[in-house]
């Protein structure tokens, strides 16, 4: 009896460890991030012998655990609150373009740059912006909800905006791109979401170990994104670095102003603002990696943002979280 029990107690104690381990993982996340940028662009040689395809289905992985934590309720939520969704995906697919192309004619960006800058603006939300909503204290449900229909309208608006306001830079492949996006985004989800509901007891393990999963691929892709475009990311210089800041920063002020200008609580902007700021920009490099390969440095801005969005939601993250309790709605 008292074997089994020092078993028993000895399972709980490695399953607290590592679930410690994984909360630790995703609480800094934006540190993990940039270590592994920073060692990337200082040994760019360690993972070169991996190749670039190998980020398609790395993305795919992580779409997949999102769909895992998907739920009937979560799609309900459209139904329940439309303006809090819509508002969100709206914002999402204007916000971010429009000041994606002001920016690249405010800095006069060269075309291969400034393709790669509007490629992250017409992405969807990345699927760090529920972490990073949880960890702030904002509206979880309308976070995932938000990412969910965003992302499910990606492969018809992405396109299509790219092509509105990069098709006179280069040609693009609108069907190309809509396919792309349905393989390694809708197809993982869908994926995803079908093995929660046909095994909803090996799901609800799975999901406490997700969000540090998530990061670690996160982690990897950019490290992956960085080593490939190291020396383009050097030459680039700060202009890229600080459109990428801006387009970030402004994309979180001005959704976070959406939300108070449409009367939204607290918690609902905090979630509008992190959505509306944080970028799939995996996917940016993805879509530049496979339909933009004639122009290298349309990558750069994707390789960067994948880097700085994810530090600036940890510290976004930070001070949502410690106003809280002095801000009201």
């Known amino acids: 009896m008292s074997s089994g029990r020092t078993s028993m107690l000895s399972v709980r104690s490695l399953t607290f460890m590592i679930r410690s381990i994984c909360d630790f993982i995703a609480r800094w996340m934006g540190v993990l991030v940039l270590l592994t940028a920073v060692l990337s662009l200082i040994k760019p040689e360690v993972l070169l012998p991996v190749g670039m395809w190998v980020i398609n289905p790395l993305l795919g992985l992580i779409m997949f655990g999102m769909g895992l934590t998907l739920r009937a309720s979560d799609f309900r939520i459209v139904f329940q609150r439309p303006k809090d969704v819509l508002?969100?995906?709206?914002?999402?697919?204007?916000?971010?373009?429009?000041?994606?192309?002001?920016?690249?004619?405010?800095?006069?960006?060269?075309?291969?740059?400034?393709?790669?800058?509007?490629?992250?603006?017409?992405?969807?939300?990345?699927?760090?912006?529920?972490?990073?909503?949880?960890?702030?204290?904002?509206?979880?449900?309308?976070?995932?909800?938000?990412?969910?229909?965003?992302?499910?309208?990606?492969?018809?608006?992405?396109?299509?905006?790219?092509?509105?306001?990069?098709?006179?830079?280069?040609?693009?492949?609108?069907?190309?791109?809509?396919?792309?996006?349905?393989?390694?985004?809708?197809?993982?989800?869908?994926?995803?979401?079908?093995?929660?509901?046909?095994?909803?007891?090996?799901?609800?393990?799975?999901?406490a170990y997700l969000p540090a999963f998530s990061t670690l691929m996160i982690a990897f892709v950019v490290a992956l994104i960085v080593s490939h475009t190291a020396d383009r990311l050097m030459s680039a210089g700060l202009v890229v670095m600080l459109v990428v800041v801006l387009h970030n920063l402004l994309g979180l002020a001005m959704g976070y102003g959406v939300g108070r200008l449409l009367g939204l609580s607290r918690e609902k902007r905090i979630a509008v603002s992190i959505e509306v700021g944080m970028q799939n920009s995996g996917l940016a490099s993805s879509l530049a990696t496979i339909h933009f390969a004639a122009f290298p440095l349309a990558t750069i801005p994707g390789a960067v943002f994948s880097v700085w969005h994810n530090i600036s939601g940890a510290i976004v993250a930070r001070l949502y979280a410690r106003t809280a309790p002095q801000d009201k709605p």
């Open 87 to 207: 508002t969100g995906c709206l914002a999402q697919f204007t916000v971010m373009p429009a000041i994606a192309w002001l920016l690249t004619k405010v800095f006069a960006l060269p075309d291969e740059l400034a393709l790669g800058v509007i490629l992250v603006g017409c992405c969807p939300g990345g699927t760090a912006s529920n972490v990073i909503t949880f960890l702030a204290r904002g509206d979880l449900a309308l976070s995932v909800g938000m990412t969910a229909v965003s992302t499910l309208l990606a492969p018809l608006l992405t396109p299509l905006l790219v092509w509105g306001m990069a098709g006179t830079l280069v040609d693009v492949d609108t069907m190309g791109m809509l396919l792309s996006i349905l393989y390694v985004v809708i197809a993982p989800i869908v994926g995803g979401f079908l093995i929660q509901r046909l095994f909803p007891r090996f799901t609800q393990r799975a999901v």
